[in-house]
Every structure is written in structure tokens, then in C-alpha cells.
């Protein structure tokens, strides 16, 4: 069988696919072209796990029309952007976004991540605070905050740790997420999403994509390589510099969204973010799972709105 060609990803629609190369590497990008982007001001867009650009699809819709300039961006190993073997640490991470945001043409932005996604806006708005205007998240916690709540919440610790774990060894979760035309993809999906989005034509056309963007050579490993160095560098001393330097309260505004049928991760968990972003907004939303974005886009794009223009 033919493996999905990375350009697949560039879907058509109202949006402008574009490569922009920042932190050595080349990022592909997709924004809604609004009148005189450089003065609108810049919302990025970071999907979470397994996942890609196309995500945000309806955040870019709505963030277009009200007059922002709003960039989803495949990361680093995903997508259409390049696939280096290096670089799946938080400092890099972060580095990329920072790096990207100026080569957007901007001084600043403000970042919104869902799962992975979101861990890299909290590391960015940590390590590259000039850059960051304010983060939205969705079912993201701060990384001391989830490591946490998996050390001492059993919840959490039951739905979070054993699919983190198992992505550990090597090359066994590469095959488990491309086999089958990329069916683990939408088994995670349909898992981790409320009732009411699994059952929708939306659903299927989101599992549909997924499930082919995991099997475009490289990103599969890429994804997990995400997952391995957060495991790892726990017992070395970049990942211990990187947790202590995280250990710091986020002075920029701070809003976090939450599907209420979330089973991934945890509202509790959640509140414990309240230690590095005590002025934090939290919401909760109505009949939705770990991809509200996707789920309740309606209700998400409210609250986001509200949290920009402020």
C-alpha cells in the first residue's frame, strides 16, 4: 500500500497553506488571509497527539472573521513539516514557536493548545515570555500539574499512564498506530470524544484524516518521540532543569477549557494549575470529551473569542 504523500495534509478550503522556516527546520502552516495580517493581532494554533493543523479548522474560521490572524501549524514531526530526528525536548519546542512567531512577523502572540499541543504553549510562555501575549488550553495542564495528578490522583493515573507507557518501547507503538490504515487513531478518537461527536459525520471525516496523517512517513515516530523524551528526561538533567525552570508562576493571562465527559484527563487535575497560573479562567464544556475544539466548537469559539479580544 502507498503511504500518504505529506502534502496530502494541505486540504483545500478557505485557508492559505504556507512554509515558514524557524528553529532550523521548516513548519507548514495554514491561516484564513484577514486585510493587513501584520497589523491583525496573531492567534497560533497547536494540535495535540496523533493529530495535525486541520484540527483547528473551526477556531480558524471564527478567529479570521472577527479580525485576528489565525495560524494552525503542523508541529514539529507532523503533518507537512519537516521530520528531524532531534528536537522533541520542551526547550526545542518551545524554540520552535518563539522562532515561528517571528518569522510570522510578530512581536507576539497568543498561543492556544489542546493535549501536547497545550504543554508546548506552557513552556513557551515560561521559557519565551516576551513572545507570548496569553495561552488558551484545551485539556492541557501544566506539566508539573499532570505529573503530578498521575503520581497522586489513581483516576487519573488509570486513564493517563498505561497508553504512556506502552509508547515507550521502541518501533511496537510506531506499527500499532499505522496498522490497519491508522485504525488506533480512530480507537483513541472515538474513545477519548462524547457520544454525541462519535456518532456525527463530522467524526468520521475528522477519524478519516487522522487516521491517514499519522501513516505519512516519519510522523508516527515523531508523535511518540514527544511522548518518550517527556518520560526519560525525567531521570536526566535536562528534563530535570526543564521541570524545575517550569516551577514558576505565568504572570500572562491564562484561560483553560475542559470538556466536561473528558475520560483522559481529569478536571482535578486541572485545578492544581492554579499553583503557576493562579489568575487563571477555567470553563467547562457541556457535552464534550478530550476534543472540545472539535466536539462543542461553538461553545469553545465563544469563550475564545471573549479571552482574545480581551
Known sequence: MDLPDPSSVRFEGPWTHRDVHANGIRFHVAEIEVP?????P?????????DFWWSWRHQMAALAEAGFR???????GYGDSDKPPRGYDGWTLAGDIAGLIRALGHSNATLLGHSDGGLVCWATA????????????????????LKHGVL???????TWLPAFLSYQVPLTPERTLTRDDGFEVERLLR????????????????????RSAIQIPGAAHCALEY???AFRSQWRPDGRRFMAIMDTQVKIPVMQLHGDLDPYVLVRTLRRCTVWAP????????????FAHQEQPDKVNAELLRFVAG
Open 36 to 40: 493587513r495580517p501584520h497589523d491583525a
Open 42 to 50: 496573531l492567534v497560533v494554533m497547536l494540535h495535540g497527539f496523533a
Open 70 to 76: 489565525a495560524v494552525a501549524v503542523d508541529l514539529r
Open 126 to 145: 515560561v521559557l519565551h515570555p516576551r513572545v507570548v501575549r496569553s495561552i488558551a488550553l484545551i485539556s492541557s495542564p501544566h506539566p508539573i500539574a
Open 152 to 158: 497522586r490522583d489513581n483516576d487519573q493515573r488509570a
Open 191 to 210: 474513545l477519548r470524544s462524547g457520544p454525541a461527536f462519535t456518532r456525527s459525520t463530522e467524526f468520521t471525516q475528522a477519524a478519516r484524516r487522522m
Open 227 to 229: 511522548q518518550r523524551w
Open 279 to 290: 489568575e487563571r479562567e477555567f470553563y467547562s464544556i457541556g457535552g464534550a470529551g478530550h
